[in-house]
């Protein structure tokens, strides 16, 4: 009888660890393509500049065409809707917020110094997580933040993409 008991423990031991080891791959996976999704986001919104102000050796981000490639490409990676929300997703539990979005370019006032920024240039991000990060070039600024599946706490992803000089 006692072999009994022992074999019904090791079953519901086994049984508790293989779904402990599900749950954490989700949240590795979940991890992996929000990171990987925020990051081409991020990319392909930097390419949104004006042409002629290329031509000027300065670069200016078309902010509603990069905010709309943005989304577009969270969709593309992500099974997310145009409001970033989840679609049907067993990794996220909650849309992604953006916490901070930030087009520092030839245009973009340094907040310290009520003037146009010159490089380096060091941005700052005083949200829950303090950030700073010292950039040489135009950039495109992003943090975001989502709650992925059985997790408690919201996890921030910051994204710097950075035309450098």
Known sequence: MKYVFVTGFLAVLWAYINMYQLEVALFDIGMDKVEYAVENAAHDAALQVDEDMIANNKVLFVKSKADKT??????????????????????????????DVQYIDNSYINPLTSKLVTYPF????????????????????????????????????????????
Not at 71 to 89: C, F, G, Y
Not at 138 to 162: A, G, L, M, N
Request: glycine fraction near 2%; charge should be positive.
């Open 70 to 99: 943005f989304r577009e490409t969270m969709m593309a990676n992500l099974k997310i809707d145009q409001d970033l929300k989840p679609i049907h997703s067993t990794i996220l539990e909650q849309p992604i917020k953006l916490l």
């Open 122 to 165: 060091i941005y700052q991000y005083r949200g829950d997580k303090r950030l700073e990060r010292t950039v040489f070039g135009p950039s495109i600024v992003y943090v975001i933040e989502t709650t992925f599946y059985k997790s408690e706490e919201p996890h921030q992803f910051v994204v710097i993409q950075e035309y450098k000089k």
